[in-house]
């Protein structure tokens, strides 16, 4: 499984934006980049995915570097809601499975 | 998004007893499940892929007599702890794969936290 690599953890201020770093200098071709997020005592949840463009919806933007070795979620005003351990995974669509590393915990101050 | 249905969300049973956890697709056919156990502050860990009507998949270390997964209809899996001790007190939980028009995603429930006394 091609491996991913977060910090520990990050802080931000509430109502400010929050970009939440991920390499992945081993990625193929094929793999798309998920991220999800896991709010305490909760199963995590689906944030967004991207392949090469970058990519908004209503929870997050993710940009992805051109040579695809790293990519940022970006959080464009964080709420104490948004607080919550981030994962960045790679995953092909022929099968494989989705490897959580230990993520990013965020915490949001207010 | 999708919805993904799991229950209990919590359990405490006695050392020996079995424990019997459903999940749930609400909104989407899934033919392949997968099961993840946590500890605290740990991230979540692998412990099977259930396929819809053939035999579960299970990680390396994981024991499939102790870990039963049955997945036997397009919405429903199951996984029974046999003969629960202590040390399988964890957090379980499930997620469901949709393989949607562009690309799969995953959608999990919302966990269940097993306390074996």
């Known amino acids: 499984d091609a491996k991913t690599t977060q910090p520990n953890s990050m802080e931000s201020n509430e109502e400010e934006p929050v970009h939440l770093p991920c390499n992945h200098s081993?990625?193929?071709?094929?793999?798309?980049i998920h991220w999800y997020r896991q709010l305490p005592s909760q199963g995590p949840e689906y944030v967004i995915h991207g392949l090469t463009s970058n990519v908004n919806n209503r929870m997050a933007s993710l940009a992805i570097a051109e040579d695809r070795k790293s990519s940022t979620l970006i959080l464009h005003r964080a709420t104490l809601r948004d607080a919550a351990v981030y994962y960045c995974i790679l995953r092909n669509n022929y099968g494989q499975n989705f490897v959580f590393g230990p993520g990013t915990r965020l915490s949001v101050l207010p | 998004g999708a919805v993904v249905s799991q229950h209990p969300s919590w359990v405490i049973c006695k050392s020996g007893t079995s424990v019997k956890i459903e999940c749930r697709s609400l909104?989407?056919?899934?033919?392949?499940m997968f099961w993840y156990r946590q500890f605290p502050k740990q991230s979540l860990m692998l412990m099977a892929t259930s396929n819809e009507g053939s035999k579960a998949t299970y990680e390396q270390g994981v024991e499939k007599d102790k870990f039963l997964i049955n997945h036997a209809s397009l919405t429903l899996s199951t996984l029974t702890v046999t003969s629960a001790h202590p040390e399988d007190s964890s957090f379980y939980i499930c997620s469901a794969l949709d393989r949607g028009k562009t690309n799969e995603k995953l959608f999990f429930g919302s966990g269940t936290q097993l306390s074996v006394l």
């Open positions: 909104d989407f056919q899934a033919t392949t």
């Open positions: 081993t990625i193929s071709g094929t793999d798309y």
